[in-house]
């Protein structure tokens, strides 16, 4: 999966997402990237998505204590 699209991404209607979608989606070149209904996630998927450079959209309250830990160090979740 190769994501070169420079606009916001709003994937609300995912429950789950794999590693390897993780990885492509935190190299998204636009502002927002929306995952708000994943329900399930990978630690690994977690790391990668850390990495996005733009603003992170996630319901942490739905995901593994792990992945929120690893989130939280994203900076759209710093002063959340």
Request: hydrophobic letters at 40%; charged letters at 25%.
């Given at each position: 999966?190769?994501?070169?699209?420079?606009?916001?991404?709003?994937?609300?209607?995912?429950?789950?997402?794999?590693?390897?979608?993780?990885?492509?989606?935190?190299?998204?070149?636009?502002?927002?990237?929306?995952?708000?209904?994943?329900?399930?996630?990978?630690?690994?998927?977690?790391?990668?998505?850390?990495?996005?450079?733009?603003?992170?959209?996630?319901?942490?309250?739905?995901?593994?204590e792990?992945?929120?830990?690893?989130?939280?160090?994203h900076?759209?979740?710093?002063?959340?």
């Amino acid at each position: 999966m190769n994501v070169e699209w420079g606009g916001d991404f709003f994937l609300d209607g995912l429950t789950k997402l794999s590693d390897v979608a993780a990885e492509s989606l935190s190299k998204h070149k636009g502002d927002d990237l929306s995952l708000f209904s994943l329900a399930s996630l990978s630690d690994a998927a977690a790391e990668s998505l850390s990495k996005f450079e733009g603003e992170l959209f996630l319901d942490l309250d739905t995901l593994p204590e792990s992945v929120g830990e690893i989130i939280r160090q994203h900076p759209s979740f710093q002063n959340r």
